[in-house]
């Protein structure tokens, strides 16, 4: 998986096109069919390639992914009028049953979803590979058909649940409860655990390890409010001793440091210097070689989105009274005079396209540095191959923080807060601080409040969160502006799904739209 290239076969895309006048009378032309495939060993694992090609495609997470997650968090402003309509739309609110953005990662999803199916049901074909071989094969279709379940419950709630490969318009699916989604995605997780590796060799690297699926299905309880079964599967990462935090924090975003000890899934993509592809489904010999991120995000890039003053006011600052800056600041955010490109460049207002941000009172240019490539480059086109990494250490010690708070055991929440504030290049004076103490269950829910979003930030985290915070009754203030109460809490089901999918309605549509 690390840095190669890869062939993904035509025929995994299930299409089969006639070129004879003959096939009106034969089967249809534009049918499903997976009949030729799937003889061995070999091509099994190339149909789990194209699962994870999906998932790294311009349609999720090379692109569409994280403009979804972060536009609908407070993590963000836009970064001018360069912002397009469908994506300003969510930032403010006003998307549609038509949102682009949001149609388009539904639909990734989906893919995502028939291709793991098809690996699924076909798998009994394959008799070349050892069971534990075709056993860890399958179980990392099985992973990332669930994370594609958990991110589609997460965002839509009820949504379609195929269970199998569809070979018909007939097949399809009415809405599932999301508490039968996320039912099955437990059972699915829980399943798969015990037939993934704890690591992988080099050449592997990027496949779905045994810490990856306990840390989804530990995400997947904490959606649900289940903080005991969180806590379950987040000691067993913790217990493992297979992670820990780096020294350096911004390791966690730069091109040299990808699959550090502190990653628990990324999704790999080529080193940086190749040509980005615009196929959103991942397709051909060169899908998602690389991920736009950086020109989306960057100061000296198209600089769509920056960050909003509420993130940035949320830092610690000695200028505020703290007493000490959040080294994290710096590292997450570029600001007017400071080196890049190597130290060889300098950055100035009028390189950073659109809108300033207001800091302590103070107009100025702020943009993204997580995930970017100016660090080491001075382009005004970059695409990248920084890996994206969607599951860290840290995220484990926060939630445990939070699920040990719910059982009321402050000393022990308190204790896994630290543990982030304490890494080397971060080294802030721990809990209780002048401004959060940690007496009460309140104040260290706060506290962690603060300190995922510190951590965290534009890590396509903070949109779960408040999902999750909202319907769980946490949150003490709304922290969306725009937030209607019976339309917001869900994405609307796409539009081009109600009238494609014969077994949803108009009137099945989520409230609000």
């Known amino acids: 998986m690390k840095k190669k290239l890869i062939i993904i076969y035509a025929l995994l895309l299930g299409i089969a096109f006639a070129c004879n006048d003959d096939s009106l009378e034969k089967v249809n032309p534009n049918g499903v069919t997976v009949d030729g495939f799937y003889k061995n060993g ?103 058909r669930a994370f594609a379940y958990y991110e589609l419950a997460a965002m839509w709630g009820d949504v379609p649940l195929y269970k199998n490969y569809v070979l018909t318009v007939d097949g399809s699916l009415p809405r599932t409860p999301v508490d039968e989604v996320y039912a099955y995605v437990i059972s699915e997780l829980q399943a798969v655990q015990a037939l993934l590796p704890a690591t992988y060799d080099a050449a592997n690297q990027g496949r779905a390890t045994k810490g990856a699926a306990q840390m989804l299905l530990a995400r997947v ?30 390791d966690n975003f730069l091109e040299e440091t990808e699959f550090n000890k502190e990653s628990i899934f990324e999704v790999n993509f080529f080193p940086s210097g190749g040509v980005y592809n615009w196929d959103g489904d991942g397709n051909g010999a060169t899908a998602g070689t690389e991920t736009v991120r950086t020109q989306e995000y960057s100061a000296i890039g198209w600089r769509n989105v920056i960050p909003s003053n509420s993130l940035l006011a949320e830092f610690e600052k000695t ?12 590292d997450s955010f570029y600001f007017s005079g400071e080196k890049y490109n190597n130290g060889a460049s300098t950055l100035t207002d009028g390189q950073q396209n659109g809108n300033s941000s207001v800091v302590d009172g103070v107009t100025m240019k702020v943009s993204w540095q997580k995930y970017s490539l100016m660090y080491k480059m001075n382009e005004s086109f970059l695409t990248g191959g920084i890996n994206q990494r969607i599951m860290r250490y840290a995220e484990t010690l926060l939630a445990l923080a939070e699920v040990e708070n719910e059982a009321g055991n402050i000393a022990e929440a308190v204790k896994y807060l630290n543990m982030v504030r304490a890494r080397k290049s971060v080294s802030m004076p721990p809990y209780p601080t002048a401004k959060f103490p940690v007496t009460t269950k309140d104040q260290v829910f706060a506290a962690i409040v603060h300190e995922k979003r510190v951590e965290q930030s534009g890590e396509q985290i903070r949109n779960r969160d ?31 799904e109600v009238d494609n999918n014969p077994k949803i309605e108009p009137g099945d549509q989520n409230p609000g739209y």
Do not use: C
């Open 42 to 144: 070999a091509e099994l694992s190339s149909g789990v390639t194209s699962v994870y090609s999906m998932l790294k495609s311009n349609n999720l997470v090379a692109r569409e992914w994280f403009f979804n997650h972060d536009l609908r968090s407070d993590d963000v402003a836009a970064g001018g009028g360069q912002l397009e309509t469908p994506r300003n739309q969510l930032l403010l609110g006003t998307h549609d049953t038509g949102n682009g953005v949001m149609g388009t990662v539904w639909l990734a999803y989906y893919r995502l979803i028939h291709r793991a199916n098809s690996v699924v049901d076909n798998s009994e074909k394959v008799t070349d590979l050892a069971d534990a071989d075709k056993g860890r094969l399958l179980a990392e279709a099985r992973f990332l």
């Open 221 to 250: 309880y904490l959606q649900k409010g289940d903080y005991a079964n969180a806590k379950t599967e987040l000691m067993k990462i913790y217990d493992s001793k297979v992670y820990a935090l780096v020294d350096n924090y911004n």
């Open 466 to 496: 408040i999902l999750r915070w909202r319907k769980l009754g946490k949150l003490k203030v709304e922290p969306l502006a725009y937030f209607q109460a019976n339309k917001h809490e869900l994405l609307p089901i796409p539009q081009q």
């Open 319 to 330: 200028t505020k009274g703290d007493a000490k800056t959040d080294p994290r600041y710096d």
